[in-house]
């Protein structure tokens, strides 16, 4: 469908404002538009231009949808096309604006009863949902702590993946987590457990406010046809990140003009791990007959030697729409590889590097280290944490935080120091049947020297001090206090947390967390600094230390604007941007990761490239690529570490090795 006819001239200088491809996309008439937006090109403009143009072509601003990812991100957009089109008399305000939880929400809200509801549901947040998908396990008289059975937080995420992928619960478990698959029958019935009580409470979890409007206008035709002639335009952004879900929601909101523009860019789909989909904007064209495929190839952030970098590297995927990037910004330096000795010394490298970059005047505000797994950035924090240089982590909390950092470190103290309480029943909550009640009356027995973790817990006379129904599991902490306590006197703190393991918190972790298998390669990642240490009193001293030093924040620089360096995974730093930014450990087996190479059915390969991409496209002047020579394996040897697969794939062009040893201001 055309737009309609031009009511009065525009009071927008789009021609002025645009370059020529953000223009093209804006003036597009009607129908089904794939916009290739490239990293730094605009997106967000050119979206909001583009409802600002269909205003002032005169649609009606409530026939307009516009989808995104984010709340913020629509008011911003929406606020925007207000300044933009101030004579249109509060457009942005009519326009439908927000994500596709937010107007799956509004809708439901009207026709609620159609789909089993009634209109005042109430929306469970993350923490309702688990507390009612755990009640459902004690209806149906399943004891996680007893059955290592996966927790209700652990279910609830499996379950959102099934809605949005659309796949059955057992294909998913098969799938994520096929250490479960002996408990798939009662997984499904707590499932349907949950399904059944959402009805009866009136209550919907954020996914089923995607299931349920998709349902909704699949099986309710004068529903879908109402929305399909008021929405006469749909716009959506990040369309890369859209899962099965979503997409099919769209095609339903589509049927009857047709006018769908969809906004994103292939390069940067990499979260396959929460549910999206690829194959939606890749497919775009072929769903959508006669689409026009538009693509955002200047790049206003980074410098053209930044960009060549990415460009040649994305270049080896196969599955994608070609593109290239190019910049207004005039030659910087050459992005530098920096191949070094072994991890210590990479934090080492990346610290001082950021020092001396902040002594030339760039605040640590505007500097960044990305890494593939949050694992890697611990002897970084370390360092950094040695030399007093305040950072910021964004993908997650600070490494030493972690409860299962602590968790594992607990029982090294209890080892070390028999009197900390706070260890104590750190780790005796940690096991089925023993609440804070009985925790605190094993620590008593442990305060009066009744109980004494250096001789026999296990003995009769503590037994029988021990409720029964805590017996076995208090039999199984003994045992691992007791070899843990051999251990330190043979083998160190690394040993110590290996056999913590073994004994069963990767057990716990695996029945707990959804993300048990990036917190279990934290704790080897913690096994193995441990190993350079002979005495666990040494280790753990260490580690009081280090977190100390985290709470301090003395800018390098003595000034408050100076701000802090961000830590982040490549994922988590998806949409900023830095005047320099360091990626570490780009080894092979580590970025890309094996494990998504493995799982993702030969298309892991392409997700991790893509990946490595969006890291390169988040530096504007400065970009360090970093990886050690030696790092240990899990058996603890120092393994040869070869450059990822990425690096080799540049063949030597677009960078200069940069040798630490060699370091000098000439270089940088």
Avoid at 17 to 37: R, Y
Avoid at 202 to 230: A, C, G, I, S
Wanted: a neutral charge; glycine letters at 6%.
């Amino acid at each position: 469908m055309l737009l309609p006819q031009i009511k009065s001239p525009f009071l927008l200088d789009y021609d002025g404002e645009l370059n020529p491809q953000q223009l093209a996309v804006v003036k597009a008439t009607g129908g089904p538009i794939l916009v290739i937006a490239g990293a730094g090109s605009g997106k967000t403009r050119v979206v909001t231009y583009r409802v600002a143009y269909l205003i002032e072509s005169g649609v009606d601003p409530s026939r307009i949808l516009l989808l995104t990812f984010t709340n913020k991100a629509a008011r911003e957009m929406l606020q925007r096309v207000e300044l933009l089109v101030p004579n249109a008399g509060g457009a942005g305000g009519r326009v439908w604006g927000g994500t596709f939880h937010h107007i799956g929400n509004r809708i439901l809200r009207r026709h609620a009863p159609l789909v089993g509801y009634q209109p005042n549901y109430s929306i469970l947040d993350r923490d309702d949902a688990k507390k009612l998908m755990n009640s459902c396990l004690s209806d149906l008289k399943i004891n996680p702590r007893k059955s290592r059975f996966p927790k209700g937080e652990v279910i609830g995420s499996l379950w959102g993946l099934a809605v949005n992928t659309r796949k059955p619960i057992a294909e998913i478990v098969l799938e994520r987590v096929p250490y479960f698959h002996g408990f798939l029958d009662d997984i499904q019935a707590v499932v349907e457990r949950y399904r059944n009580r959402k009805r009866e409470l009136n209550v919907m979890d954020f996914d089923d406010l995607l299931f349920y409007w998709e349902t909704l206008l699949r099986e309710h035709p004068e529903v879908r046809k109402r929305y399909n002639e008021q929405f006469q335009h749909l716009l959506v952004d990040e369309y890369q990140d859209t899962n099965r879900l979503q997409a099919d929601v769209l095609d339903l909101l589509a049927k009857q003009y047709g006018n769908i523009m969809v906004v994103g860019d292939d390069s940067q789909s990499i979260y396959s791990f929460r549910g999206a989909n690829f194959a939606n904007i890749l497919t775009f064209p072929e769903r959508y007959p006669g689409s026009k495929i538009y693509k955002l190839e200047v790049n206003y952030r980074s410098t053209p030697e930044i960009l060549h970098l990415a460009n040649t590297s994305i270049v080896h995927n196969r599955y994608q729409f070609p593109k290239e990037l190019q910049t207004i910004r005039p030659p910087g330096s050459r992005p530098f590889l920096v191949p070094v000795q072994d991890i210590m010394e990479q934090a080492s490298f990346v610290a001082q590097k950021l020092e001396e970059i902040n002594q030339q005047g760039v605040p640590l505000a505007q500097m960044a280290v990305l890494y593939r797994a949050h694992y890697h950035s611990m002897e970084l924090q370390m360092e950094l944490s040695r030399r007093r240089i305040p950072y910021e982590v964004r993908s997650g909390l600070r490494f030493f935080e972690q409860a299962h950092i602590k968790d594992v470190s607990s029982y090294l103290k209890i080892t070390s120091n028999p009197l900390d309480e706070l260890a104590w029943k750190r780790v005796l909550l940690l096991y089925p049947k023993i609440g804070k009640s009985t925790a605190h009356k094993i620590w008593q027995m442990v305060l009066s020297g009744f109980l004494n973790p250096q001789t026999a817990m296990d003995a009769p006379e503590v037994l029988q001090k021990i409720p029964g129904r805590v017996r076995e599991n208090w039999r199984l902490f003994s045992r691992t206090l007791s070899m843990l306590r051999d251990l330190e006197k043979t083998s160190g703190p690394g040993a110590m947390i290996e056999r913590v393991l073994q004994e069963g918190y990767e057990s716990y972790l695996q029945s707990k967390y959804p993300d048990y298998e990036s917190r279990m390669d934290d704790l080897r990642q913690l096994a193995a600094f441990a190993y350079r240490y002979s005495s666990c009193q040494d280790f753990l001293s260490e580690l009081a230390l280090l977190t100390s030093l985290e709470g301090e924040s003395t800018p390098v620089r003595g000034r408050d604007e100076n701000g802090t360096v961000k830590l982040s995974s490549v994922h988590q730093a998806k949409g900023l941007e830095w005047s320099v930014v360091f990626i570490i450990w780009l080894a092979e087996g580590r970025f890309p990761s094996v494990r998504s190479l493995l799982e993702s059915g030969g298309e892991g390969e392409e997700e991790e490239r893509r990946l490595f991409y969006v890291a390169i496209t988040r530096a504007r002047d400065k970009l360090f690529l970093c990886y050690p020579r030696f790092a240990p394996d899990r058996g603890r040897r120092n393994m040869i570490q070869r450059p990822s697969r990425f690096i080799a794939e540049l063949s030597g062009v677009g960078y200069e090795r940069f040798a630490p040893e060699e370091d000098g201001d000439d270089q940088w």
